[in-house]
């Protein structure tokens, strides 16, 4: 019982360190740059995105692991695959897994984009999630809910991203309400000097004070890629290395909590 409350406690405070509900950034991309991904064009940060994945030519599969403040019963893995259909339409899917056998949460979702000349892409997607308790007198539960996503490409070196995850605020069915809060977000990433991308991008929780998040990504020699990041919510900062190759790609991060500590992240692509 004690540890199941624990457990829980320390779930809270991850929801409101990221800002959002349970599912924080998947790429270590992102989370180099402060917590950023609407707007970039790394696959994980497409797949978070959802409109994003329009823009992939190829298969692509990718593995992610986030390790919150080095505890294993906050940790989240994920796996996310997507497919080009069609010559302007790809469709993806992902899994992500946090917490333990004590208590866990779950998230499968079926994603579809669609890119519309050069100008802008639209995508939408299907979301189940599902809240477990192993501690008896408890209850796990599942919901559907869904997002939709839009990115827009004005020039050659701007990006502007909008996502809405959950727009009707709905909740877990379960004598406790366990809401799912509507989560926005909106982002511009601008590659304002050869090889330098600077991003900016909002989040707004309903449920926790708005979030303003700051990254930069610097490339050498067209492959590695060096990253930093600023969150003014709890004003953690972050930074990171990455090696991106034709067919694979592989980061890592490392974000800095002022109070809870650091939080390691690693993620991995491959292109087929």
């Given at each position: 019982m004690k540890k199941y409350l624990l457990l829980i406690a320390l779930a809270f405070c991850v929801e409101t360190a990221s800002a959002q509900f349970a599912f924080p950034t998947q790429s270590a991309v992102g989370g180099a740059m402060g917590g950023c991904s609407v707007a970039l064009n790394d696959?994980?940060?497409?797949?978070?995105?959802?409109?994003?994945?329009?823009r992939l030519?190829?298969?692509?599969?990718?593995l992610s692991f986030r390790n919150n403040f080095l505890m294993?019963?906050?940790?989240?893995?994920s796996v996310a695959f997507a497919i080009p259909v069609t010559?302007?339409?790809?469709?993806?899917?992902?899994y992500t897994h946090f917490g333990n056998a004590d208590y866990n949460e779950q998230r499968v979702n079926l994603m579809y984009a669609q890119q519309f000349g050069h100008l802008f892409a639209l995508g939408a997607e299907f979301d189940y999630l599902?809240?477990?308790?192993?501690?008896?007198?408890?209850?796990?539960?599942?919901?559907?809910?869904?997002?939709?996503g839009l990115q827009f490409y004005p020039t050659n070196?701007?990006?502007?991203?909008v996502h809405i995850f959950n727009p009707i605020s709905t909740h877990y069915q379960t004598e406790v309400k366990m809401d799912v809060p509507a989560l926005f977000r909106a982002g511009v990433a601008y590659n304002f000097i050869k090889n330098a991308t600077g991003t900016i991008e909002f989040v707004k929780d309903m449920n926790h004070d708005s979030d303003l998040r700051f990254g930069l990504?610097?490339?050498f020699f067209d492959f590695v890629n060096a990253r930093i990041g600023f969150a003014t919510h709890q004003l953690a900062y972050s930074f990171g290395v990455g090696i991106d190759r034709e067919s694979w790609g592989v980061d890592l991060a490392m974000q800095v909590h002022p109070t809870l500590g650091v939080t390691p992240q690693i993620s991995a692509i491959y292109k087929f």
């Open positions: 696959f994980w940060s497409r797949v978070g995105s959802v409109a994003g994945i329009a030519d190829r298969p692509t599969v990718g294993s019963e906050l940790s989240y893995k010559k302007f339409g790809t469709l993806g899917t992902s599902h809240s477990g308790v192993s501690e008896a007198g408890y209850e796990s539960a599942n919901l559907f809910t869904f997002g939709v070196t701007l990006t502007v991203g990504e610097y490339t």
